[in-house]
């Protein structure tokens, strides 16, 4: 029994060793901050942001026509308010309502980048209305905010890569590189005539740029438990997207008689299967990154936790959401409550982490749910994007300038759930990353795609120095 109790005292003790090593060789990731030049900016960069979220760029679904009033209008807005862009950059439009931008550079055997943006926002749910500040379009200006719909996705990065762009041009800035800056205008339902159409294009003349940088990272604020300081997310991947219909046919019946299998009743249990039974999670790239990064800045005990993922990762995968995630979004069935219908539906969607895939997850779903019912993808997929590297000199030069205009955040790399035009981008660019200095915190998170959507006066700004700072520390 002694012998027994001092093995496992001796287990105990090198694990605890272990422990404590791994989480003292785990130290930051940070670089050092440097001064910035100071950047002057007029105010009529607020009211040049309000003008354009009073264009109702909507896009609402994937086979709707785009409203030609409201986008043309936005194009002529651009022409107008940005003349040294306009007359020193050509433009090329794609699919009609698309922007391609092309700075020329003075060097040619330096690789391009691409800055990009949506010109799209989402509809605003009618009963909402009288919960707004101001109405979403008006583009209302306070003392502190710009309110309206695209103020935070995604308006704001366009114009003030736009202003970025004029005020180096006032300067008679040259880029070494050429930069191209790309617009789409339905990110919002899957950018497949957008932002796909300009990468194709990209493609077909054979350009293979540095970088690609696209929305999708931002600042958080007082969201990270154990982190005071600002993390700046800047996101190496997104994962994939799928839906799938399930369906159910019987031959239904009356409700005084059910059968043992009802319509509505197995399609119910299909669903339940499927929540209870998700896939697992997984400690996969860029998930590791992440955890490297945000772990060395942790206290000690949490830094523990994260510098020892053999040990501790369920509960800080759990915490990152590291999974394919399982969501019910749709469901039909039934005409009448004394009929059981011959057919019910329920519509399944799933974020697909990296190194899964559309295929595989419908091979979980049959595996998962009853034979009995039919599963059939719908709607827009696409898999998990590639991952980026965090040794590039594309990436090292976009985490010097967040360090430097930002010196008190820490650049964390990661993993975006939700997808953005940048998906299309892998093709034609050695790393595509998603990171715009937009600021978000536990009170303004739920305003993307939700009500009183606005952004700071200060924060605005901040993305107008970004993109300025960002190109020339490119060139």
């Not at 695209?150 to 070494?176: N, R």
């Not at 191209?180 to 796909?196: I, T």
Request: glycine share 6%; proline share 6%; net charge negative.
């Amino acid at each position: 029994m002694k012998k027994l109790l001092k093995l496992i005292g001796l287990i105990i003790i090198i694990v605890f060793g272990i422990l404590i090593v791994n989480t003292l060789r785990l130290s930051s990731k940070q670089v050092d901050s440097n001064a910035l030049e100071t950047v002057t900016l007029s105010n009529d960069i607020f009211q040049n942001l309000s003008k354009a979220i009073q264009y109702p760029t909507i896009s609402f679904n994937e086979d709707a026509i785009p409203d030609s009033t409201a986008f043309y209008g936005f194009h002529r807005y651009l022409q107008e308010t940005f003349p040294l862009t306009h007359s020193n950059l050509s433009l090329e439009k794609i699919n009609d309502y698309s922007l391609l931008y092309k700075w020329e550079g003075s060097d040619t055997s330096k690789k391009p980048i691409i800055l990009m943006s949506h010109q799209d926002v989402v509809p605003v749910d009618e009963p909402t209305l009288g919960e707004w500040e101001a109405s979403p379009f008006e583009g209302k200006i306070t003392d502190t905010h710009i309110i309206g719909r695209g103020t935070m996705d995604d308006k704001s990065t366009l114009v003030g890569l736009m202003e970025a762009v004029e005020k180096l041009l006032e300067e008679s800035f040259v880029p070494a590189q050429t930069i191209y800056l790309a617009f789409g205008h339905d990110e919002e339902v899957g950018g497949a005539n957008g932002a796909a159409a300009i990468a194709a294009h990209l493609k077909t003349k054979g350009i293979h740029a540095a970088m690609a940088l696209d929305e999708g990272g931002f600042i958080a604020e007082d969201m990270v438990p154990g982190v005071d300081s600002p993390v700046a997310m800047v996101n190496l991947a997104e994962k994939g997207f799928a839906s799938f219909r399930l369906i159910v046919e019987t031959n239904g019946g009356h409700s005084s008689q059910p059968p043992r299998e009802n319509t509505i009743g197995m399609l119910a249990q299909a669903i339940v299967d499927l929540e209870n039974n998700q896939l697992p999670y997984k400690l996969v790239k860029p998930v590791d990154y992440q955890l490297e990064y945000m772990g060395a800045e942790l206290p000690f005990f949490k830094k523990m936790a994260f510098a020892n993922p053999w040990l501790f990762k369920k509960p800080i995968l759990e915490a990152l959401n590291a999974h394919t995630t399982t969501a019910p979004t749709i469901i039909d069935g039934g005409v009448k409550n004394n009929v059981i219908p011959t057919v019910a539906e329920a519509t399944i969607n799933f974020r697909i982490l990296p190194g899964e895939t559309i295929e595989s997850t419908q091979q979980h779903i049959e595996a998962t749910i009853s034979d009995k019912i039919k599963v059939e993808p719908v709607g827009f997929l696409t898999n998990p994007s590639p991952v980026s590297s965090i040794d590039s000199d594309a990436f090292k030069a976009l985490e010097q300038t967040i360090r430097d205009m930002f010196p008190k955040s820490i650049v964390v790399p990661g993993l975006v759930g939700g997808g953005t035009d940048a998906r299309y981008f892998y093709d034609i660019s050695e790393d595509v990353f998603r990171f715009y200095p937009t600021r978000i915190g536990p009170d303004s998170m739920t305003r993307f795609h939700g009500i009183d959507e606005k952004i700071s006066k200060d924060n605005y700004r901040e993305i107008i120095e970004f993109s300025y700072h960002l190109i020339k520390k490119f060139n």
